[in-house]
């Protein structure tokens, strides 16, 4: 197992002794150095060649944002946020981080009265799978596979997306005009916390109406339906929208392979799905089925990713008859479904 080389920053020196200490038990954990403070840590980070920095958000002088901004733009690696109970990060900031290039943003390990060992836990595992991840924006040659027209007029959308997913979601709908002729689904892994924050943002910043999906509601063109906290979203064979709480798959819930599945059984041949940045898998599968039914499947490239994972693995088993650049999605969601409205 390869080590993770932590730096971790906080103005706490409580906290900081404390986290370290509980990151020295954790397999595959090497606290490399601390820092109390934004620029403290830039200092250290060319001495030390952290293969990860961690850091607080609420800081005197320069927070995690600055803090997330100078290191990408210096020394680029991945950055976990953590975020206090007493200064939780909102919705508005956590969106700010992400843009900044921040991977994670996670809940401080609680320290009082006592430390949750599964919160411990858990918090390692997420720096262990975000450390290895390439932050860099690379250039690539992948171009458009050819392949037959869809089986008919394409009636619903719906996008997937995890690590990067909130401003990639956000490009993609920016791009679509009010008078987009069928309804979207989307599927963002996030914590159920930033969910209402991540939908009030994107109806702000798009022509369509973005919500939470309700309950048995019959979609609409022009508008974005995402899925419920820790529930599946799912189109039935009715037409309409349904939250499940079955068992995550492949430790998701909401899963993009279960919406994806859902839409190719409801609308066979009259479906498009796109893939996007994102750590993992998901999606895969939903992919799969929705091109066996003749749908058309649209997966980001690697030179637009934050996170070059879920289309990957997409594009790599041929799934994915289009595979474009995050700001061309838009334009080819349009020419499929046949729209090509004023932006």
Do not use: N
């Not at 069928?182 to 599927?187: D, F, K």
């Not at 030179?303 to 693995?313: F, I, L, R």
């Not at 080819?332 to 004023?342: A, D």
């Amino acid at each position: 197992m390869a080590v993770t080389k932590v730096l971790l920053v906080d103005d706490s020196p409580v906290a900081l002794a404390v986290i370290e200490r509980l990151l020295a038990a954790c397999e595959g954990i090497e606290v490399v150095g601390t820092a109390r403070d934004g620029q403290e840590a830039l200092r250290l980070i060319p001495m030390l060649e952290p293969t990860l920095i961690c850091t607080d958000y609420h800081m005197p002088g320069m927070d995690g944002l600055a803090l997330t901004r100078e290191v990408m733009a210096r020394y680029p690696r991945p950055v976990v946020v953590m975020s206090g109970s007493s200064g939780a990060v909102d919705a508005v900031a956590a969106l700010r981080l992400r843009d900044a290039g921040a991977l994670e943003v996670l809940d401080k390990p609680r320290l009082r009265p006592a430390p949750d060992a599964t919160a411990v836990s858990s918090f390692a595992h997420a720096l262990r799978c975000t450390s290895g991840v390439f932050v860099f924006r690379r250039r690539s040659d992948a171009s458009e596979m050819p392949a037959p027209a869809a089986g008919g007029a394409v009636r619903m959308v719906a996008i997937g997306a995890s690590t990067g997913g909130p401003q990639a979601i956000g490009t993609v709908l920016s791009g679509l005009p009010a008078s987009f002729p069928v309804p979207v689904v989307c599927v963002q892994h996030i914590g159920g916390a930033f969910l209402d924050g991540l939908v009030h943002w994107l109806d702000t910043q798009t022509r369509l109406k973005v919500s939470i999906a309700v309950e048995g509601e019959r979609p609409r063109p022009g508008h974005v339906y995402f899925s419920a906290q820790r529930l599946h979203l799912e189109i039935g064979t009715d037409g309409r929208l349904h939250h499940s709480a079955a068992a995550p798959l492949d430790g998701h819930r909401p899963s993009v392979t279960v919406t994806f599945r859902s839409v190719a059984r409801a609308f066979p041949g009259a479906c498009a799905v796109v893939l996007l940045t994102g750590m993992g898998s998901d999606g895969l599968e939903g992919m799969r089925e929705v091109q066996a039914c003749g749908g058309v499947t649209i997966a980001q490239d690697e030179a637009s990713c934050v996170v070059y994972g879920m289309s990957k693995t997409a594009i790599d088993q041929g799934l994915a008859r289009h595979i474009e650049p995050l700001g061309s999605i838009a334009e080819r969601l349009q020419e499929v479904v046949g729209s090509h409205g004023k932006r």
